[in-house]
């Protein structure tokens, strides 16, 4: 989902690459290091560095290879009322920015699938009863 910027400081580039370069550049709940290829197993949070092996295919089972990109995640969600301020930002890579906001991806993907229940309905001319 592309980021609405409208949400964020003028600055939020400049706070984004401090929060990353604050973290040593790697994702502050598992180490993995921004821009490398990883192997890891799907729902585990260990990775190896991938090796030319696993970049032909060669994964051990149930490995996958991905590239880190790392992202800066709000502690306390800015919407909820949280702050751009660095006490609140954690730089993490995708499975755990993913995990971080899975509540808020859930909620969001209910709130989508009542929504186009909803228009369904109407334009069926059904009548939605409370």
């Known amino acids: 989902m592309p980021m609405d910027m409208t ?3 003028p600055d939020w580039r400049e706070r984004s690459r401090a929060a990353i370069a ?3 550049s790697r994702c502050e709940e598992c180490g993995a290091p921004n ?3 990883i192997a890891r197993r799907r729902g585990q949070d260990a990775w190896r560095e991938a090796g030319p092996s696993d970049l032909a295919g060669g994964c051990e089972d149930g490995e996958y290879v991905t590239r880190v990109q790392l992202t800066v995640h709000h502690v306390q969600p800015a919407r909820a009322g949280g702050s751009h301020e660095p006490a609140n930002l954690r730089a993490l890579c995708q499975l755990h920015h993913l995990r971080a906001d899975m509540a808020i991806h859930v909620a969001n993907a209910a709130a989508t699938r009542a929504r186009k229940d909803r228009e369904r309905r109407a334009g069926a001319g059904q009548v939605v009863l409370l």
């Open 7 to 9: 949400l964020y400081p």
């Open 22 to 24: 604050r973290a040593g």
């Open 35 to 37: 821009r490398a290829r």
